[in-house]
C-alpha cells in the first residue's frame, strides 16, 4: 500500500517533502510510510533525507492548562476582590485538583495569603503558565526558556523521525520489479530482459546440520599443522593409564616427590600395577635413583620397585617422550623431533580455570650437541608461528630437566607477560640410563591446549568449553579462530 502510493505519487510529482504530512495525507502509517522508504532508497528507487525533529508537546495536564488556566489562577480568581473568604468555603466551591494545586500555587506566587481566612494580595494577576503552555501548543517556545520554568509534569520533549526530500533515484519505476534470484536454465535465457538479485557475498549461510568439531579439536589441529610444518613426527598418546615408572621414575622424579601422591595423582584401583618392564632398564633407573652415576649423585635414598609397578592416569605427556626416547635409545642413533597433544589428569581442585584432566602440548628435540640456545630458538621459532614473538624465560625447576625455564609471551591485551609454557634440557640421569649416546642432548617443552583455546575463543571459564556443562550449540556455532591471526 505505501510502496504504491509513494511510487505512484513520486511518478506525476517532484517530490515528497515530508514524510509525515505525505503519512497523514495518505492514511497511512507513518512508521510503515518510514520502513519503505528506507527499503526503496537501499534499492535506489528513490533518494530521501533523514528529518529528525525534536519539540516539546503539552502533556493531558499540560492540555488541560493551557485552555482552562492553570489551577493557581482559578484559586485566586475565587477569592474575593475585597475582604476574605475561608479555606473550607473555597474548597466547596473549587474542583479538587485545582483547589490542591492551587492553594499550594498561589501563596507560593503571593498572589493571596493564607492566615485564618484568605485574601487577595495583588488585585491583579497574569496567568503565565497558561501563556507558556499556549506558546509550547504553537511551537513558539525555545529550550532555554522552558528549561527556565522547568515544569515538567505539563510538557514533555517529543522526538520525531522520517524523511524528507523524497524524489525518484537512479533505479525509479513506478513499481518495484521483482528480482531474478535463482540461475534457472530460463533465467539465464532470459537474461536481458531480467534484474538479477545481487549476490550477498557477506551473509553467514545456512548453519551446516551435522557433526562439530569442538574448539579444542580446531586449535590442536593448527597446534598439529605448526609441528609438521616444523618437520615434527607425533608420538603415539593412546595410552591414557601409565605406569609410575615411565610417568615419573624414568624421569628421574624422586619417589617421595610431592606430585606421586595421591592428592596430586589419580591412582588405579583395578589393575592396580603393571604387568611388565624393561628389566635391565629398570635396574639402570634405580641405580641412578638410589646411588647416581654419569656425573650425578643420585638422590640417596631406596627406590622402591612397587612404588615405580603403581598404575596411575599419567599427569604429563612427558611420560610417553620418556618411551620414546628409551625406544629411540634402542636402535643406531638418529635425531628426531616428536611431538604430542592429548590428555593428562591431574587430582586437583576444580575451578574457573583448571580441571582434573586438560591437554597438554609437547614438543622434543634430540640431537648431539643441542644447547640451550637450541632450545630458546625452537621455542621463539614455534611461538613465533602462534603470533607470540615477544618471548622472556625465567629459571623454573622441574626434576627431569636441567636447565629448566618457564616461557613467558608478552600479552599486549592484558599489558603484561603472561605464562605460556614449561621447558628445559632433560638431564643426563634420565637419558644416560636409556642408553642414549652421551653427547646426546634432548631438548622440550610443554603447554597446556586450554589456554590457548581460552584466549583464541575469549572464554574466561574452562567448564564452558570443556565438560558436561558444555554448551553443545556454542559447539555448533563457534568460528575458526586462526592462531597467530587473531592472537597475534
Ligand atoms: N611436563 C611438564 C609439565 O607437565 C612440561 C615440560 C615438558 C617441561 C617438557 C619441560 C620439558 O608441566
Known amino acids: 500500500m505505501a510502496e504504491e502510493a509513494i511510487l505512484g505519487f513520486l511518478q506525476n510529482n517532484d517530490e515528497i517533502a515530508h514524510s509525515g504530512y505525505f503519512a497523514a495525507e495518505h492514511n497511512?502509517?507513518?512508521?510503515?510510510?518510514?520502513?519503505?522508504?528506507?527499503?526503496?532508497?537501499?534499492?535506489?528507487?528513490?533518494?530521501?533525507k533523514v528529518l529528525k525533529r525534536e519539540f516539546f508537546g503539552l502533556t493531558d495536564e499540560g492540555k488541560k492548562y493551557a485552555a482552562e488556566g492553570s489551577p493557581e489562577f482559578h484559586f485566586f480568581s475565587a477569592v474575593p476582590e475585597e475582604g476574605t473568604i475561608s479555606m473550607d468555603d473555597l474548597q466547596r466551591m473549587l474542583d479538587p485538583f485545582v483547589f490542591n494545586v492551587g492553594s499550594k500555587q498561589a501563596p507560593k506566587k503571593k498572589w493571596v495569603a493564607i492566615g485564618q481566612q484568605v485574601s487577595r494580595t495583588v488585585q491583579h494577576v497574569e496567568d503565565k503558565v497558561k501563556e507558556m503552555l499556549?506558546?509550547?501548543?504553537?511551537?513558539?517556545?525555545?529550550?532555554?526558556?522552558?528549561?527556565?520554568?522547568?515544569?515538567?509534569?505539563?510538557?514533555?520533549?517529543?522526538?520525531?523521525?522520517?524523511?524528507?526530500?523524497?524524489?525518484?533515484?537512479?533505479?525509479?519505476?513506478?513499481?518495484?520489479?521483482?528480482l531474478a534470484t535463482d540461475l534457472t536454465r530460463e533465467n539465464l535465457q532470459n537474461w536481458q530482459e531480467l534484474?538479477?538479485?545481487?549476490?550477498?557475498?557477506?551473509?553467514?549461510?545456512?548453519?551446516?546440520?551435522?557433526?562439530?568439531l569442538h574448539p579444542l579439536l580446531k586449535v590442536r589441529k593448527q597446534f598439529k599443522d605448526i609441528f609438521c610444518q616444523m618437520g615434527f613426527e607425533e608420538m603415539p598418546t593412546n595410552n591414557f593409564v601409565e605406569s609410575s615408572f615411565w610417568n615419573f621414575d624414568a624421569l628421574f622424579q624422586p619417589q617421595q616427590h610431592p606430585a606421586r601422591d595421591s592428592h596430586d595423582t589419580f591412582f588405579l584401583k583395578a589393575p592396580s600395577t603393571t604387568r611388565e618392564l624393561p628389566e635391565d632398564y629398570v635396574a639402570r633407573v634405580k641405580q641412578v635413583h638410589e646411588s647416581g652415576g654419569y656425573g650425578s649423585r643420585g638422590y640417596n635414598c631406596e627406590w622402591k620397585r612397587e612404588e615405580a609397578n603403581k598404575n596411575l592416569l599419567r599427569t604429563h605427556t612427558t611420560a610417553v617422550?620418556?618411551?620414546?626416547?628409551?625406544?629411540?635409545?634402542?636402535?643406531?642413533?638418529?635425531?628426531?623431533?616428536?611431538?604430542?597433544?592429548?590428555?593428562?589428569?591431574?587430582?586437583?581442585?576444580?575451578?574457573?580455570?583448571?580441571?582434573?584432566e586438560f591437554h597438554q602440548i609437547e614438543g622434543v628435540v634430540c640431537d648431539r650437541g643441542l644447547t640451550l640456545g637450541d632450545l630458546i630458538g625452537v621455542l621463539q621459532e614455534f611461538f613465533s608461528r602462534l603470533g607470540m614473538s615477544n618471548l622472556r624465560f625465567k629459571p623454573a625447576y622441574n626434576p627431569y630437566t636441567e636447565p629448566s625455564m618457564e616461557i613467558f609471551s608478552y600479552h599486549a591485551g592484558l599489558e603484561k607477560w603472561v605464562e605460556i609454557g614449561n621447558s628445559g634440557m632433560f638431564r643426563p640421569e634420565m637419558l644416560q640410563p636409556m642408553g642414549l649416546p652421551e653427547d646426546v642432548r634432548v631438548i622440550a617443552w610443554g603447554l597446556s591446549l586450554e589456554r590457548p583455546t581460552m584466549i583464541l575463543y575469549k572464554c574466561d571459564n574452562i567448564r564452558e568449553l570443556f565438560g558436561h556443562k558444555v554448551d553443545l550449540k556454542k559447539v555448533k556455532e563457534n568460528p575458526i579462530c586462526r592462531i597467530g591471526i587473531e592472537s597475534a
Open 195 to 212: 534484474d538479477f538479485k545481487e549476490y550477498n557475498v557477506n551473509a553467514k549461510g545456512q548453519p551446516v546440520d551435522s557433526g562439530h
Open 28 to 48: 497511512l502509517d507513518h512508521e510503515e510510510v518510514k520502513n519503505v522508504i528506507k527499503s526503496l532508497q537501499a534499492f535506489r528507487y528513490i533518494e530521501a
Open 321 to 356: 617422550s620418556s618411551r620414546m626416547l628409551y625406544a629411540l635409545a634402542k636402535g643406531p642413533f638418529t635425531p628426531k623431533k616428536y611431538f604430542s597433544i592429548d590428555r593428562v589428569f591431574r587430582n586437583e581442585a576444580v575451578d574457573k580455570t583448571h580441571l582434573a
Open 134 to 178: 499556549l506558546q509550547i501548543q504553537q511551537g513558539l517556545v525555545c529550550f532555554r526558556t522552558i528549561i527556565e520554568n522547568s515544569k515538567p509534569d505539563l510538557y514533555n520533549l517529543w522526538k520525531w523521525s522520517g524523511y524528507s526530500e523524497v524524489k525518484k533515484g537512479p533505479n525509479y519505476a513506478p513499481k518495484r520489479r521483482s
